[in-house]
DNA sequence: CGTAAACTTGACGGCTCTCAAATATGGTGG
DNA sequence: CCACCATATTTGAGAGCCGTCAAGTTTACG
C-alpha cells in the first residue's frame, strides 16, 4: 500500500529546507518585514478603532500557523491566501482574501492557519481587544466571518465533490463577478460573452488551493485551451471567450 | 471517459424522487414537524433573548439551502449535519455540529446548505434580530464562528490533501476527545489506551462527509479491522484498542 | 544572452470510483 | 420468537482519473 497520499514532497530535504512550503522554496522572501505606510483612509467600520496600514510585497508571510494571534488584519488593497501544511509538507490554501475581507481571527489564541501575500497588498492591522470596544465593529465583523464560513462551505464542495475540471472552470468563474452564482446576470444581451481574467497566482497556488497537483492543472488548462474555451495571453492572464460555457463547466449546474 | 465524476445517483429516478439527498430517500420523516418543548433552561449567552426549543427526530431537515435565512439556531442537545448539493445530485457534507453550536447565520438572506439532524435533537430557535440587541451576545456569536471557521479549514485539508484511510482515520479521531489536535494528552500513563466511539451517522453520511463513497468508506473500516486498529462492535460503534495508533494514521503528525 | 524558475507534456501506476452481487441488520407481522 | 422484507453494509472485479516521475519548453530577469 503506499503510505502518505498525494502533493508530498521530498521530504527531508525540502522541509529542513526551508521549514515548510513544498515547491515553493525561495518564493519566500523573508518574513514579516512590512514597510509602516500611513494610519488615515480608514474603512468606515475600523474608523473608530485605532489601526495602522501596512505594506507586503509579493508572497511575504504575514503570520505562521501556531504564532500567538494578538492581531486581526483586514485586506485593504491585493490578496491573501491561508493555508495549513501537513507534517510531510502537503499544503492547502484554505481561504483566498481580497480587500474587505478580514482574518486573524482565532479562539485558541493561536492562528490555525499562515498567511501570505500573493500579491503587493495593503493590510490594516488592529489589536483584537479593539473590535471588543464597538458594537457596530463587532456587527462587521460577524458578517465577514459569516461570508468567509459561506466560502468555505462552496470549498468544502469543490474539494469533495468535483473533478480536476470541475475545479479548474469554478476557479476561473472566481474572478467573473455576478457570475455562475445566484443572481447571475447572464450574457449580456448585446455583444460577446468574453472575459479576460488575472490570476495572480502561481500553478502551485491554484493547485494547492485545488487540492490538486500543478501537472494536472496545467493539464486541464491546457485541454480547456484545445478546445477553445480559453486562451492562455500569459500565464496568469487568461481569456474566456464564452463565460457562460466554463460556467457550465463548473458542476453546479 | 467519465462524464461527471463521483458519488453521483441514478439520476432522474432519484432526483424527482424527494427533490434532493441522493441516495437517502426515506429516510427523511418529513421535514419541519417539531413538537415544541420549553422556553426556560436558556443558556449563559442566550438569557436574555427571547428564544424556544424545538425538539427533532433523527433526520429531520431543519432548512433546506436558498430558504429564506429568518432564524438563528443553536444546538441544545444531540447533533445537525449542514449539507450542499451539487445538480447532479452529488452531496457533500460541510460540517457537523454538535451542543453549543451556532448555525443559519447567513449573510445573503438565503441559507448557503440545508440542515439535518443526524439523531434526535433539540435545537434553540432565535429570531436573527435579537444578536443585535445584545453585546453579550453578539461577542458569543462571533466566537462560535471563529470555532466553525477553524473547523471549516481542518476540514478542506481533509478533503484536499489527505488519502481515504487517513480521512477515515480523522474522523474516527473526532470522536476522541484532547487527542489528536494541540493539547493532546496522550495514552493515559496507567491503563490502556482504548476507547469505544459511538457514530451515530450511516455510512453514506460518512461519505458525504468524507469526499468519499460509501464503498471506500467501508473498505478502509474493514481493512483497520484486518489490522486489528479497530474492531466494529456494532455498525455505528467502533471500539480503538490503541487510539494512538489511530492517531498516527490521520496524516497529521 | 544566459541562467533559474515556472510551466507543459508524456508515460505509467495506483487509489478510488463504478457497477454488481452477496451478506448483515433492523423492523414488522404472524 | 421467528420468518420475511427492505435497507444498510460489505465485498469483488474492473476501469479511469489523477498523482508520480521524468523529461522538455517557455518565461522571467539580470
New binding site residues.
Given amino acids: 500500500?503506499?503510505v502518505d497520499?498525494?502533493?508530498?514532497l521530498?521530504t527531508a530535504d525540502a522541509i529542513s529546507d526551508s521549514g515548510f512550503a513544498p515547491?515553493?522554496v525561495?518564493?519566500y522572501h523573508g518574513t514579516r518585514a512590512p514597510r509602516h505606510v500611513d494610519d488615515t483612509a480608514w474603512t468606515d467600520y475600523l474608523a473608530a478603532a485605532r489601526t495602522r496600514i501596512e505594506r507586503f510585497d509579493s508572497h511575504e508571510v504575514l503570520f505562521h500557523e501556531d504564532d500567538t494571534a494578538d492581531h486581526l488584519y483586514e485586506v485593504a488593497s491585493g490578496s491573501i491566501m491561508l493555508y495549513r501544511l501537513l507534517a510531510d509538507g502537503r499544503r492547502q490554501v484554505v481561504d483566498i482574501l481580497s480587500a474587505g475581507d478580514l482574518f486573524g481571527m482565532s479562539v485558541t489564541g493561536v492562528y490555525d492557519c499562515s498567511a501570505e501575500t500573493l500579491v503587493p497588498s495593503d493590510v490594516r492591522v488592529l489589536d483584537k481587544r479593539e473590535i471588543e470596544r464597538s458594537a457596530d465593529l463587532q456587527n462587521h465583523v460577524n458578517r465577514c466571518l459569516m461570508g468567509r464560513i459561506e466560502a468555505l462551505h462552496s470549498h468544502a464542495v469543490l474539494l469533495g465533490r468535483?473533478?480536476?475540471?470541475e475545479?479548474v472552470a469554478s476557479f476561473l468563474m472566481r474572478f467573473v463577478p455576478n457570475r455562475g452564482m445566484i443572481g447571475c446576470t447572464g450574457p449580456k444581451a448585446a455583444g460577446g460573452d468574453d472575459k479576460v481574467v488575472v490570476l495572480r497566482?502561481?500553478?502551485?497556488e491554484i493547485?494547492d488551493y485545488l487540492?490538486?497537483?500543478?501537472?494536472?492543472?496545467?493539464?486541464?488548462?491546457?485541454d480547456l485551451?484545445r478546445r477553445g474555451i480559453i486562451s492562455?495571453e500569459?500565464?496568469?492572464r487568461i481569456r474566456l471567450p464564452d463565460v457562460c460555457r466554463v460556467c457550465r463547466l463548473t458542476g453546479i449546474h
Avoid at 490538486?212 to 491546457?222: A, G, M, W
Wanted: positive net charge; charged residues 35%.
Fill in positions: 500500500m503506499y497520499t498525494k502533493q508530498r521530498d515547491r515553493t525561495g518564493r468535483k473533478s480536476a475540471a475545479r497566482m502561481t500553478r502551485q493547485a487540492g490538486l497537483t500543478i501537472e494536472t492543472v496545467s493539464r486541464v488548462l491546457s485551451k492562455i500569459k500565464n496568469d
